[in-house]
């Protein structure tokens, strides 16, 4: 399962490196909703909300679907600016239709609406489709919605509001710290960029990105098939501290394409794909395989010993251990006439840090 953005017929400059204070600012929102999803920043969430003011935090509740399961396309710039202050500016530039279709979609990686739709602001069945998506959120959510469809200006200057009380409360002091660990990847993300080439550097930016065969496309491990364009503008990578192990893709129509990627440890394990991922829960999802699994876990076995163990034919246990191996949850070494399966234990103690990895990229 991937995102593929197209760039075919961009110029050299068609990838674009550089630090945006406001995603950055997204990306400790979404932090201090969901601190489960960052364990190494929960100490820093508990102190923000411990120091926060009630009539802060509250704002904060209110409108945390914007950036909690997924990040409103607004607030990931695909321009980035120096100040957070110029960044808000942008976003008060976007007309309400494009703002208010954005700051609607909820749910991670789905639910984007195409360019043609009609507008909840305009259009009575879109806004009772929109409205109906809020309630079943929850009453916060509905809430907002209503407010958000009623009144756009007013909402959106509210939520400009809170964005610069956190700058007050806490985004300020987070961003210098951070910004020496953003300009130290960006400088080596553009060298790359410039000295080996887009695949390099996309490479450098997560396992999880790639350059097609041809160079025409950028190809990311997602959850879902999707499949975008850079209608001619250059594709930015936003590189960011708070938002690890999140990889958060702007692809929505009549958006331009963002990635923010996380900045990575000097030696990152190079991530599992989605896909393979899958195939080791299908593999596992079988209960003679499960059995097979047990049995190996006691030690090394050969294909006849398993089908003698537990009843079963060779052919069929032979079908079953390429299953798992195809998976890498075994290893096969042969020993004179004889080839002994054993459990690779790593791999299977692996997939529940993979799988976490995987799903939350």
């Not at 550089?18 to 909703?33: D, F, G, I, N, Q």
């Not at 990040?71 to 990931?76: K, S």
């Not at 080439?197 to 396992?207: I, Q, R």
């Not at 929505?252 to 394409?257: H, V």
Request: charged share 25%; aromatic share 4%; net charge neutral.
């Amino acid at each position: 399962m991937t995102l593929r953005i197209d760039i075919s017929g961009l110029s050299a400059e068609r990838l674009r490196f550089a630090a945006s204070p406001l995603a950055e600012l997204t990306a400790m929102l979404h932090v201090l909703a969901e601190p489960g999803h960052h364990p190494g920043f929960a100490g820093w969430a508990a102190d923000v909300w411990a120091g926060l003011r009630p009539e802060v935090a509250e704002r904060l509740r209110e409108a945390e679907f914007l950036w909690r399961s997924s990040q409103a396309d607004f607030l990931l710039p695909a321009r980035p600016r120096p100040t957070l202050a110029e960044e808000l500016d942008d976003v008060d530039r976007i007309d309400d239709e494009a703002y208010v279709t954005a700051a609607l979609v909820t749910t991670c990686g789905g639910g984007r609406v195409p360019v043609a739709a009609p507008s909840p602001l305009t259009d009575a069945a879109a806004r009772e489709r929109a409205l109906d998506v809020a309630q079943a959120r929850g009453p916060r959510q509905e809430a907002f919605a209503e407010r958000l469809l009623a009144d756009p200006g007013a909402v959106r200057a509210r939520v400009r509001g809170t964005l610069e009380r956190c700058a007050e409360a806490f985004f300020d002091a987070a961003w210098a710290e951070v910004a020496v660990s953003l300009a130290t990847d960006l400088r080596t993300k553009n060298d790359l960029l410039r000295r080996q080439g887009a695949g390099a550097a996309l490479a450098a930016v997560s396992g999880a990105v790639a350059l097609s065969s041809d160079g025409d496309c950028i190809v990311v491990d997602k959850l879902q098939d999707k499949a975008t364009a850079a209608h001619g503008a250059a594709v930015t990578f936003v590189p960011s501290v708070f938002g690890s192990p999140h990889l958060t893709v702007v692809h929505a129509p009549g958006w331009r394409p963002v990635v923010q990627y996380p900045v990575g440890e000097p030696s990152p394990a190079p991530p599992v794909s989605l896909d393979t991922v899958a195939l080791r829960l299908e593999a596992l999802s079988h209960p003679v395989r499960l059995r097979l699994l047990r049995t190996l876990a006691r030690g090394p076995h050969t294909t006849g010993e398993l089908a003698h163990t537990w009843e079963l034919s060779a052919p069929e246990v032979s079908r079953h251990l390429t299953v798992l191996r195809r998976a890498g949850l075994l290893t096969a070494r042969r020993q004179g006439r004889y080839v002994r399966h054993t459990l690779d234990l790593p791999g299977l103690t692996a997939l529940g840090t993979d799988l976490l990895a995987a799903v939350l990229r």
